[in-house]
């Protein structure tokens, strides 16, 4: 009866939001170009990470 | 030719092909249906566009710059939680709303509440909440639009604002949804035309990537790392209510899912939504520290992107950044509009006040009532009352917290019912409102809140509560309601 939830990417929402947020308030280590790790990991393998679940979802609809 | 000159000639030739399509589209809605909702009409390539160009306005687009600028990599969660904004639209709403809509013939959002949340009561809330959210809006992006041409092209107000106001009326109210989205589509390359001009261009100039970043730490040291110049609730807050809560915040684009009638086109457009925000809120981020380091005194936060535009490009390729400013502020306003016409037309004469209307004349009533709306909207702007201001602050959060779990739970949850979904989406706007006069009485702002939490998480908060709980205090749906929207 009930609609088929894509559980694959709900969990990789879940990974997404709280993964996210608990990265912000963690004390990172500097990394390359001037930036520390944390902007490297949440900003831009932010894009990245987004990217590549939605392609995801497009490709097998889980 | 005067640099203005070349920026109004630039403007005047891409009004007149906006223009274009709502022409070219004009004779192409047979119905009001179609007028308002071009179902299967469109591509997963123009919906993908159109979704996100309604999503970013132009506050969004210069704003973001700005902003960034100033908290650096403080705000930067908050562009890819934007960018994440449509993942959670499409894959959470979008392939449920598509075939519900199909299966009921809906034209908007509050029909598809109505009919999920069977009640008359379910409509009319949502469709007041939305157009008093929506009217102010139109307002507030006339006035946007109105502004730019008064401070970068030195042209008085009411130019811009009929100008400007004058040609994407024009457009949306001839040509409907299947004008609105072409000229989202075309709006939306620009958009990333112009960032995909500055973005290197303003980065090279900064000393290039890491040279820019060791320069921008050194003037700005508490914003080259996720906290530090804001609070961390801040920072959170912002994290987490730019992405998953504009499920509920913009129905306006939200209602792109009820065009494809397939769903192979809606992944696709999901695609191109999700890669056109992430490009769009990278290159702000460059743009945003670039500027950091090479305007490092500018006072307003706004002028940020048309003073280093100014100091970077040759007048031509300024005035595709104005373009492209302009095309988010255009591309926001013609999707609300739109969105606006359909809630009175369908909610409010047909199904309310119980008109019945045959194809042509639904269509000219359609057109009528968009471009009303319009001009409404357009005399509001020419001398806006406070109470706008106020409004159009609060109607991201009023519009998140009403609808988000509404939608996600309507569409998920057999179990919700009537007056789970009325005490829901009344329960949210009204904790919405309520947390923003708390930090208004503290702080004299609303833009400050009680714990520096976002409005835009409590008011979500308390509506979904509100569903789970007086849902299973209440009779369960009736049986042909969970069949409609369940019997996959």
């Known amino acids: ?62 | 030719m005067s640099e203005t000159a070349q920026y109004a000639a630039i403007l005047t030739l891409y009004f007149a092909a906006m223009i274009g399509i709502g022409v070219w589209f004009n004779k192409r809605s047979r119905s009001r249906s179609e007028y308002f909702l071009a179902r299967g009409k469109l591509g997963p390539a123009t919906i993908g566009i159109s979704f996100s160009a309604t999503q970013i306005s132009g506050s969004s687009y210069m704003g973001a710059v700005g902003t960034e600028r100033i908290f650096g990599y403080n705000f930067s969660p908050a562009g890819v939680s934007s960018a994440a904004a449509p993942w959670f639209s499409y894959i959470l709403l979008g392939d449920r709303l598509r075939r519900i809509a199909g299966r009921l013939g809906s034209v908007t959002l509050a029909d598809i509440l109505q009919a999920r949340f069977y009640s008359k009561a379910a409509g009319g809330v949502a469709t007041a909440i939305m157009l008093v959210a929506f009217i102010p809006l139109i307002a507030a992006q006339l006035k946007a639009a109105a502004n730019v041409f008064e401070v970068l092209l030195g042209m008085p107000y009411w130019i811009g604002l009929v100008g400007f106001g004058g040609a994407v009326i024009l457009y949306t109210v001839l040509g409907g949804m299947l004008a609105v989205a072409w000229t989202d589509l075309v709006q939306g390359l620009i958009m990333m035309a112009g960032f995909a001009i500055l973005a290197p261009v303003a980065v090279l100039s900064a000393g290039g990537f890491s040279e820019m970043h060791r320069q921008y730490g050194q003037l700005n040291p508490q914003a080259i790392s996720l906290m530090g110049k804001m609070p961390a609730l801040w920072v959170i807050s912002d994290f987490l209510v730019w992405g998953f809560f504009q499920i509920g915040g913009s129905p306006a684009a939200v209602t792109r899912f009820l065009i494809p009638e397939d769903e192979r086109t809606l992944k696709g457009a999901m695609a191109y939504s999700v890669v056109f925000q992430s490009f769009i809120y990278v290159c702000a981020t460059l743009i945003a520290i670039a500027s950091g380091v090479l305007l490092p005194d500018i006072d307003q936060p706004d002028l940020t992107l048309p003073t280093l535009v100014a100091k970077l490009l040759p007048p031509v390729f300024g005035g595709i950044i104005i373009a492209a400013v302009l095309s988010a502020i255009m591309s926001t306003l013609s999707g609300i509009l739109l969105v606006a016409g359909s809630l009175v037309v369908e909610n409010v004469y047909v199904k309310l006040i119980g008109k019945t209307i045959d194809a042509p004349q639904g269509l000219r009533i359609a057109r009528w009532v968009t471009f009303i709306i319009g001009a409404l909207a357009m005399a509001m702007a020419f001398r806006p009352p406070a109470a706008i201001f106020w409004i159009v602050t609060m109607s991201f959060s009023f519009m998140a917290s009403a609808f988000t779990f509404p939608f996600v739970l309507g569409l998920w949850w057999p179990r919700a019912t009537r007056e789970g979904g009325l005490a829901g989406m009344l329960g949210g706007a009204i904790a919405c409102v309520v947390w923003y006069v708390l930090g208004w009485a503290r702080y004299g702002s609303l833009e400050n809140w009680i714990g520096g939490i976002w409005p835009a998480l409590v008011g979500p908060m308390v509506s979904l509560v509100l569903i789970v709980v007086v849902s299973k205090l209440t009779a369960p749906p009736p049986e042909e309601v969970t069949s409609t929207f369940f019997a996959d």
């Open chain 1, 1 to 62: 009866m009930k609609p088929r939830l894509p559980v694959i990417s709900i969990l990789l929402m879940v990974i997404f939001v709280v993964g996210g947020s608990a990265a912000l308030v963690v004390d990172w280590p500097p990394g390359p170009a001037h930036l520390d790790w944390g902007v490297w990991i949440v900003v831009y393998f932010g894009y990245v990470y987004v990217i590549a679940a939605s392609l995801f979802y497009v490709l097998t609809g889980r």
